[in-house]
């Protein structure tokens, strides 16, 4: 059984789309990172860098319980204990390799900064919205003209689409537009209509917010209780 510790962000949705892709049974364990959950000293003995989203394998290595934090790692992990979603050849395996690569040190920290200047932030600051929506769009034309190659990101589909597709579905807060991506909306299209992965998007859905974020779940994600010494 895997235990999931998630709330519903794109890192999170990446881990449940790939449990649902393969069937693989879990059990999910909500951390309300906007009350401060990920704070908590439990939490931090499985993901010390208080971010979602964080497993434990109660049938890890050796039979033994195993937790993992960092989503990309997790769905390495994942991919290995299942035989599924990775290839087993070098060359493939490290294709995919690069493009979770790609997603973890590009995708997932540059549009996460165009979500929180252009959304979050206290003032507009103008350099960092174009700063920030113009690295999206950047990134955006990368996947754009490398899916004009191939239907997936390494070839076949795998857990590098499952880590990108998440953070595109905020494509407009990023400031972008699919329609300007023809191979990307082709892409996005086809992975969205996937019955697992609609599924895994129904993670926490009771929980997903749809108005504005309060002052006090801003404090606690942007403030100082983000920043103090643990």
């Known amino acids: 059984m895997i235990d999931l510790y ?42 010390p860098n208080n971010k ?18 960092e989503s990309g790692a997790i769905l390495m992990y994942l991919a290995e204990k299942t035989g599924k979603l990775m290839p087993k050849d070098v060359a493939g395996r490290y294709r995919v390799i690069e493009w979770l690569m790609f997603q973890m040190g590009g995708i997932g920290p540059m549009l996460g900064q165009a979500h929180h200047f252009r959304q ?20 955006y034309n990368v996947v754009d003209r490398r899916l004009g190659e191939v239907p997936y990101l390494a070839g076949d589909y795998s857990i590098a689409d499952i880590a990108v597709f998440p953070w595109i579905r ?14 990307l909306k082709r892409w996005f299209d086809a992975i969205n ?29 942007f403030g100082a209780m983000q920043y103090q010494k643990r």
């Open 120 to 139: 979050y932030a206290p003032e507009p600051i103008d350099y960092a919205v174009k700063r920030y929506t113009n690295e999206a769009s950047r990134l």
């Open 6 to 47: 998630v709330w519903p962000t794109p890192n999170s949705f990446k881990i449940s789309i790939f449990l649902e892709e393969v069937g693989m049974p879990y059990r999910v364990i909500p951390v309300d990172i906007q009350a401060g959950d990920q704070f908590k000293p439990d939490f931090l003995k499985i993901s």
């Open 52 to 69: 979602m989203p964080a497993i434990v394998d109660t049938e890890g290595p050796g039979g033994k319980s195993f937790s993992l934090f």
């Open 170 to 183: 905020p494509h407009e807060r990023q400031g972008q537009r699919l329609e300007d991506y023809p191979n």
């Open 193 to 221: 209509a996937r019955p697992a992965v609609q599924k895994g998007l129904e993670l926490m859905k009771d929980r997903v917010r749809t108005g504005p974020m309060s002052q006090q779940a801003k404090e606690v994600m």
